[in-house]
């Protein structure tokens, strides 16, 4: 059972799905996504509900309203205040690809909120083959053509073989987005043209894992290759059966996110 808290940081409101009764706290900051991740609230808890008996889980969403001009470090920064807000210290932090970049934001700047960090399919820069995801993703959103925006966009964050088995289903229960969820989505997609935490990642002291899969057609497989070089950290590297949304896709997973934050 989980529960939908709405929590203010630096006067913005975002929703806070909570689950999970353990002493550990751990915070998840998920990727882009083109509705709010708080109306997926109970899968996500079952997914992740083997940490429910050692953590209380803190899924944070993005804020409800994303103005124009909203930058990657405008993200940190709220979610950082929404931990805060709800008295979360020193906790595992693990976030996914725009997740993983809002959660590198935190752990080098406000290193007292991170007890360690994991962080999968994300990048430190923005290089130009995702600059064509996003302008694709935008063509899509500005045209308010519903179908074709989720079609691209899960056919760049899954593998084949997940669409090949799951597309014709995740599709068919694509709504009408409303115009303001597309603004919304627009707005988030700009965001990542401000992106560059790179030269920052040596401050970042915390036990760090960083995972990716060798199919990534978001980021690209470097991305992390050079991440974890950086922070001279482990990678934990999928083959070529699993895609950017690895963290989803891929059996063991959350396994091995548990052992690392178990270990450290």
């Not at 899954?158 to 088995?165: L, R, W």
């Not at 115009?179 to 915390?206: H, M, P, T």
């Not at 997973?253 to 052992?259: A, G, H, R």
Request: proline letters at 2%; aromatic letters at 12%.
């Amino acid at each position: 059972m989980s529960i939908i808290e709405t929590v203010t940081g630096n006067g913005s409101e975002m929703k806070c799905t909570v689950f999970g009764t353990g002493a550990k706290q751990m915070v998840m900051i998920p990727g882009l996504s083109i509705t709010g991740v708080w109306e997926l609230a109970e899968q996500v808890a079952e997914a992740y509900s083997c940490f429910c008996e050692e953590y209380t889980v803190y899924l944070f969403d993005r804020c409800d309203e994303i103005p124009a001009g909203y930058t990657m470090n405008g993200m940190a920064e709220d979610a950082a205040a929404g931990m805060k807000a709800l008295g979360i210290k020193s906790a595992y932090v693990f976030g996914a690809s725009q997740g993983g970049m809002i959660a590198l934001y935190i752990a080098e700047h406000y290193p007292e909120l991170v007890k360690s960090l994991a962080v999968c399919s994300t990048s430190a820069l923005i290089r130009d083959d995702f600059r064509e995801v996003c302008a694709n993703w935008n063509r899509f959103a500005l045209k308010k053509d519903s179908k074709g925006l989720a079609k691209y966009f899960y056919e760049v964050l899954f593998s084949d073989k997940t669409m090949t088995e799951y597309g014709e289903a995740m599709l068919a229960d694509v709504p009408e987005y409303s115009d303001a969820q597309l603004a919304r989505f627009i707005n988030l997609v700009k965001a990542f043209e401000s992106l560059n935490i790179k030269d920052g990642l040596k401050y970042i002291k915390c036990p760090v894992l960083v995972a990716a899969a060798l199919n990534d057609r978001v980021f690209g497989y470097y991305a992390s290759e050079e991440l974890a070089e950086e922070l001279n950290c482990e990678l934990v590297t999928y083959g070529e059966g699993f895609g950017h949304a690895v963290y989803d896709e891929a059996p063991d997973f959350k396994t091995k996110l548990m052992n690392f934050f178990n270990n450290t």
